[in-house]
């Protein structure tokens, strides 16, 4: 069975700091990977997405992920974060069978003005 | 894009009643749903997959028959909290797999309080 970790549970950081989230995965065959944020209040809203291709992936609000295949790993970063990036930040895998989608524990991210 | 509508979007029940959750797919066709519950401050958990025209598959832990789920059509999954309890408050949450970019399109929702 596959399996998302996310190894930061809360993460706070000043306005304009740097951000990287890791996110590891466990799964042997190919596997399709999602960044997930949740704003608070709000419902989960999808950041980015890797499929194939270059393994650095562009999101939106200046998110990008990196895919290391070699390390099981999809970590989430940001050059400077603002503080309305404060949300909870979840990492998800699926297999190629676009089956259901295995969830990361969440990292709650504060950034503090 | 594909857009999944959720509502209600908050209720409060009392114990003992049931409530129910529906979740429709506005522009396109969602053969499968999946369910999903968020307890506070803990990432979101798979309840069960809705597939249309056939049983609902529950995870390991989830009640089926207190967790009802029917996908009578393409475009409508519900799920019945039946005889609620406390306990039962949470998140929930329905997802279906996009048929066009192989996403995913996330409900926006129910916060279920039972008193």
């Known amino acids: 069975a596959q399996s998302v970790s996310q190894h930061n549970h809360h993460v706070i950081l000043s306005e304009a700091a740097s951000l990287e989230l890791g996110c590891n995965y466990s799964?042997?065959?190919?596997?399709?990977l999602f960044w997930y944020v949740q704003y608070p209040g709000q419902h989960l809203q999808l950041l980015l997405k890797?499929?194939?291709?270059?393994?650095l992936v562009k999101g939106i609000k200046g998110f990008e992920a990196e895919f290391i295949k070699s390390k099981f790993s999809f970590n989430l970063r940001k050059p400077s974060v603002q503080w309305s990036d404060t949300a909870e930040y979840f990492c998800?895998?699926?297999?190629?069978?676009?089956?259901?989608?295995?969830f990361g524990g969440g990292t709650r991210l504060m950034v503090k003005p | 894009g594909a857009v999944v509508s959720q509502h209600p979007s908050r209720v409060i029940c009392k114990s003992g009643t049931s409530v129910k959750i529906e979740c429709r797919s506005l522009d396109f066709q969602a053969t499968t749903m999946f369910w999903y519950r968020q307890f506070p401050k803990q990432s979101l958990m798979l309840m069960a997959t809705?597939?249309?025209?056939?049983?609902?598959?529950?995870e390991q832990g989830v009640e089926k028959d207190k967790f009802l789920i029917n996908h009578a059509s393409l475009t409508l999954s519900t799920l019945t909290v039946t005889s609620a309890h406390p306990e039962d408050s949470s998140f929930y949450i329905c997802?279906?797999?996009?048929?066009?970019?192989?996403?995913?399109?996330f409900g926006s929702g129910t916060r279920l309080t039972v008193v």
């Open positions: 997802s279906a797999p996009e048929t066009t970019n192989y996403g995913y399109t």
């Open positions: 890797y499929f194939s291709g270059d393994p």
């Open positions: 809705s597939n249309e025209g056939s049983k609902a598959t529950y």
């Open positions: 799964y042997g065959g190919t596997v399709n």
């Open positions: 998800a895998v699926t297999n190629n069978a676009g089956n259901m989608l295995t």
